[in-house]
Structures are given as C-alpha cells and as structure tokens.
C-alpha cells in the first residue's frame, strides 16, 4: 500500500465539477484507492464518498492506493488534487 | 368578507401568477427499516438495481425535456445528479450493507445516503449545500422508485394552478411547469437554488422562503403570487385581484405570440413619437426565437446567468459560444449585454471566500469586475468577438464614479488592441453604455451622459439605494416605493443629461414593466423601455393609444408632487383613465 498527503488549494474546495474529476481519475486505476480526511476514509472511486470528505480549501488529506498500480495512481491522485482543477485564478 | 393575507418570501422567478392554490406534499419521512431473511439479499439487490437504473433513465429524461423547455445550458443543472445516481461504488457498499445488516433496500441506502451527508450537512459554503441538495433529490427519486410511486404524474393541473409546497427540487418544478401550474411558492429555498434557476429559465412566477407556506394556504385558496416582490396574496380582495391582473405574465409565450397582432413595432404614440421597447433577458429559452421573429431585440442581457449555472467562471470559448449564439439570434435587432453584475444577492464565492457584512454596499456589480481584472478582460474578449454582426452593446452595471466608467472604457480599449492583434474580428464601432442604478451616478449622469454612448436606468437598485431600503426586509419593505419623489426626480436627471448629450436613455428595470409606470416614463422623456417578455404586448398597446402630449402633463405635473401619496394618486389617476380608454388591454387576459 502506497500512502501520501496532500492539501486542497483551490478557492472553491472539493465541490461537485472537482469531485467528478477526482472520482474518474481514480477510475483509471486497477487499485483500491481511498482519501482520509480527520480520520474520516472514503473510497475515492465513489461520487458520494467524495462528497462526503466535504472538503473545502486547506482542508489536508491523505490518498491511499493498493493494487497493481499503486504506485501510478498514488502520483496521479496527488496531481489532480493540487492541479486547481482549472479553476481560473481571479487575482492573476 | 374573507381577509386578506399576506405572505412574504424571497423572489425566485419575477412574474406575476393568479389562481387557486395546490398543496403538494413532499414526503421525506424516513425510509421503512424492515428486517429480512438471509435468502431474500438477493431479491433487495437486485430491487436496489432496478431502483437506481429508473432513476438513472428519469434523470436523462428530465434533463433532455428541461433542454427542451429552457434551452441548453440549464441541462448542467442533472449532471451532478445523474453523476450521484450513477455511483457504481455507492451502489456495491448499498448492497453490501443489506447482506450485512439483513435490512430492506429502502432502509439501508436510506441510511448510508444520511451518513455520507452527515459533513455537507454542516457545511456553510453554498457550493456545499448545493451538492446536499443534488444529493438529496437523487435519493428521493431512487427511494420513490423502491417503493413503487416513481413515475412522476403528468396529467394536467387545472387551469391557473398555483403549487405550494414545502420545498421544490428542480425536477419538479420542471414537473409542474410542464403540467400546466403557473407559479410556484415553496417554504424552503433561496434565490440562488437550482429551483430558482429552473423557473426563471421557464418564466414561471416562484417565491421561495415563505415560512411555513404549506401550513398556511390550503387547496383552492384564492392566491396571487408576485415573484418578482417574494410576496404571496392569499385571499386577496376584489381590488388588489384587478390591480395583478394587468401584470399577470406567467405565460410569457402566448403573449410574445400576441405582438404580431400590433399595427406597429415598436410602438408610436397616437401624436407620432416612437418608443423603443426591448426585452430583459437571463437566459436562452424558447422566447428568443419568438421575440427575434417580433423584431424585439434585448435591452438587458444579465449575462451573470451564464456564471450562475456552472459552478466556476466559464472560460471565452464557452461564454464566446453562448454570447455569439445569442448575437446571431436576435440579429439585426440589437443585444445589449450587460458584463457580470455579480456580488451582493449573486454567488460570488469563488471571488469572495469571506462574506461581506454589507454585500449590498459591497464588491459587486462593475467593482467586482474592475477588482478581478483577468476575469472581465475574458468576458469582454467574448462579447467583442460576438459583435461581429454589429448588434451588440455592452453596458456595465452598478457605476457610483465615472472613474469606473473611464477605467472600465480603458480596459475595452487594451482587449480590442489585442484582438487587433491576434486577428479577430469584432465591432469597431461597439456602444458601451452606462447603467445608472446609484444615487450618486444619477446626480452625475452629465458627466456620464458625456462619455457613454447611451444610459440606462436600473430602477430597481436606484430604488434601494436611493431609499435605503432592503425590500426583501419585511418590516421596511414599505418605504419601497417606485413613485416616490426622491426616485422620480433622479430619473429625471438621468433622463434629461442624456437628452442634452443626445444619446438614447432607456428605462430597464422593473419600473418599465409597470403598466401604470409607463405613460410617466415616457412623459419624463425615456427613450425606450426594456422589459421582461410577457409586458410587451401590453406596454406596446398602452403606447399607441397614448398621446405624447398626455404623457408629458402627467410627468410634468408628477414631478411636481411633494409626497408618495400625491405621485402614486397621480399615477393611478391617469392609468384608471387610461384602462377605461384601452379596455381590450386590460380585459383581453382574466
């Protein structure tokens, strides 16, 4: 099992277009994949576990993966998290 | 003698509905929990399937037959919920739970919905709450597809149905609209709710937040229903009953069909003078193609509605698509589009993470767009890039200083010299007008007059503004008059500072689509009026059978008046005359 932590920086959090990115991503990978969030652990294949972490900016998660792939969707979990989720940036 | 009662609630869809109430009650009692035996899991799972499959197929239903109704972009609104429905995840663990806990579909998915909630439930954050909502619906569908009662019923209400209820999700009021109900009230919800959205794109009259509404009315109560005030008449009397029914405009369409019955378009008073009269839109319909067809071009276009309905900042290319569309639509009638008025009463988190403690005094309107530069530079590439067919104009919203005005005026200039320079085309020669909807801009419509190529007034935020006056709050709401002196007289400036610099002065907010207000507008000197679609026909026959001469006298002597009371006797005076002059134009809808 592969374990990381990474911290929501988009303005607007985990709400639902960002949720759905999360959750396909996810779905690329033959592994398990789950977010842990205050102890709180949520399959990350799942729209309404995603929702359920309620995560608004600065929130700090942790992505687990197990399986075949672990590795590849460890790294591609963490990018998609702190990618912003092409939310433009209003003071740029 | 019945009573006549007052409901105050938040206005969601501006309209006017008269009729006879339904009460529509929405069970969210909890779902049975009924134990079961180990060889009936299967039969609850595949129950379970079944009830997810229907509700999957109704969602993709209702979010074709709402792309029907209310045109393309309000389709958005079911993805989120036809993504929630669809969680093959959520599903498995539903199914693994009944195995484990020996318990019936309803009871478990039920439960595993409540604790998957539990977090958005304390959430403040709007986008949050938003997602609670989405939620919430898709579970109500799937449980009422368990439990057998999931086709939604279609058959027609009567005519003139009013549907009060506790709350209202998107779907349903798609639901009644389609059913024939010409306005909504709901105890619950805001003005920001998908509800909301949804009505206003139907142009179905809507108060939301009327507390304990459905406790209130019961069915076949007499019910006038203002969207536009938040106000809900029940039991109205025999006069307050006349007075709406000049205003009724729940069925926009029919009478959009109506302007075609006109001699003339836009209108022209019995001694001669012209008056333009354009529509306020918010969102791409059906209408669009009617009102084009009528020659009716867009005095407002509140293009904040394009934000409203995705959940971050549209990018150029979609707000590039949605603009020109809109352009190509109405061409060659005019599309005057006013840049994001958001702030205040609008979504703005994502500019504004801290709420403010005076929104209304706050970042909103052009400060917002003048604050967030990069964001208005996108807007304004795609309006420019639209206006190739050179009927469009851009107006922008909320000025108090003409410093805004000039800045914003600058920043036009940098996007064309870049779009100069990346070879796109747009209008040369695009009007950018100035929207007078603060005392303080009012007092200086010379200097605005000066450097915009037209003005036009918002009578609504002047109104508050002007009176310091919240309307949405009960207890002063009162002192919200639209004929009270201290606004007539501001429009007066405005209107005369245009007419001195020669540029056209129109009239856009709810004031012009007031039937009594109208021969007092143009007496003043208003050029034209823009108006939600369902006042048109109206406004355009009180038009041509009023003199200009009449209309002048009124507002000559109007202006004069020292209280309230005198301008509204005014008013009502000449508009009584008026009704018995033009008895078809107020008779031909009861």
Redesign the interface.
């Known amino acids: 099992m592969k374990t990381g932590s990474v911290t929501i920086t988009n303005?607007?959090?985990l709400?639902?277009?960002p949720?759905?990115m999360v959750?396909q991503q996810a779905n690329k990978f033959e592994s398990e994949v789950w977010i842990e969030r205050d102890g709180?652990k949520i399959?990350a294949?799942?729209?309404?576990?995603i929702?359920?972490?309620?995560a608004?900016?600065g929130a700090e998660l942790v992505v687990m993966t197990e399986g075949t792939d672990e590795e590849q969707a460890l790294k591609a979990m963490q990018e998609i998290l702190v990618s912003g989720f092409?939310?433009?940036?209003?003071?740029? | 003698m019945v009573k006549s009662t007052q409901i105050q609630g938040v206005p969601a869809s501006g309209g006017v509905a008269l009729g006879e109430a339904r009460v529509v009650f929405t069970l969210d009692s909890m779902a049975p929990e009924r134990p079961i035996l180990p060889e009936e899991i299967e039969r609850e799972c595949q129950r379970i399937d079944r009830a997810v499959e229907k509700a999957v197929l109704e969602l993709k239903e209702i979010r074709e037959r709402a792309g029907k109704h209310a045109g393309g972009p309000v389709t958005k609104i079911f993805d989120a919920q036809l993504m929630i429905a669809g969680d093959a995840e959520f599903l498995k663990s539903v199914k693994k739970e009944i195995a484990k806990r020996l318990q019936c579909a309803e009871g478990v998915y039920s439960s595993l919905v409540a604790d998957n909630t539990s977090s958005l439930r304390k959430s403040k954050d709007s986008y949050m709450r938003q997602m609670l909502t989405d939620i919430e619906a898709v579970s109500k569908k799937v449980l009422s597809h368990l439990t057998g009662n999931g086709d939604s019923p279609n058959h027609p209400f009567p005519p003139n149905t009013i549907i009060v209820a506790k709350k209202i999700s998107p779907a349903e009021a798609l639901n009644f609209y389609e059913r024939g109900a010409v306005g909504v009230v709901s105890a619950e919800g805001s003005a920001h709710a998908h509800m909301a959205l949804i009505a206003r794109a139907l142009y179905l009259p809507a108060v939301v937040g009327a507390d304990r509404v459905q406790n209130k009315i019961r069915n076949g109560d007499r019910l006038i229903v203002d969207g536009g005030l938040g106000k809900v008449f029940l039991k109205p009397d025999a006069a307050l009953w006349e007075s709406y029914q000049s205003k009724q405009g729940g069925d926009s369409l029919e009478s959009i069909k109506s302007l075609s019955g006109l001699d003339k378009f836009p209108p022209v008073t019995t001694d001669g003078h012209t008056v333009e009269l354009a529509a306020n839109i918010e969102l791409p319909g059906p209408r669009d193609a009617e009102l084009a067809q009528r020659n009716v071009g867009v005095g407002l276009y509140r293009t904040e509605f394009i934000y409203l309905q995705s959940s971050s900042f549209p990018d150029e290319a979609a707000q590039f698509e949605y603009y020109d569309s809109i352009a190509e639509q109405y061409a060659p009638q005019k599309v005057v589009m006013r840049t994001f008025d958001l702030g205040s009463d609008k979504y703005v988190e994502e500019l504004q993470p801290s709420p403010e403690s005076n929104p209304a005094l706050g970042f909103r309107g052009i400060r917002t767009s003048l604050g967030t530069p990069a964001l208005f530079k996108t807007q304004l590439r795609a309006i420019l890039r639209a206006s190739t067919r050179k009927n469009v104009k851009i107006m922008l919203p909320l000025l108090s200083d003409i410093g805004e005005f000039n800045r914003a005026r600058r920043i036009i200039k940098r996007v064309m010299v870049e779009l100069r320079r990346e070879r796109l085309e747009f209008d040369t020669d695009i009007e950018v007008g100035a929207m007078i909807e603060t005392p303080s801009a009012a007092l200086t419509a010379d200097c605005f007059a000066r450097n915009a190529a037209f003005l036009s007034v918002g009578t609504n935020d002047l109104l508050q503004y002007t009176m310091a006056v919240d309307r949405d709050n009960i207890r002063v709401a009162d002192l919200y008059k639209m004929f009270h002196p201290a606004q007539l007289k501001l429009i007066q400036a405005t209107i005369d500072a245009a007419n001195q610099h020669n540029i056209p002065v129109t009239v856009c907010g709810e004031m012009a689509g007031d039937m009594s207000a109208i021969p007092l507008l143009i007496g003043m000197g208003a050029t034209g009026l823009s108006m939600g679609p369902a006042n048109l026909y109206r406004a355009a026959s009180i038009i041509s059978g009023l003199s200009m001469a009449e209309a002048k006298a009124l507002a000559a002597e109007t202006l004069k008046a020292q209280t309230v009371k005198e301008t509204e006797n005014l008013v009502e005076v000449f508009h009584n005359k008026l009704k018995s002059r033009l008895t078809g134009v107020f008779s031909e809808r009861t």
């Open positions: 303005r607007l959090g709400h639902a277009r949720s759905a959750v709180l399959n294949k799942s729209i309404m576990g929702m359920m972490l309620a608004e900016q092409g939310e433009s940036n209003p003071s740029s």
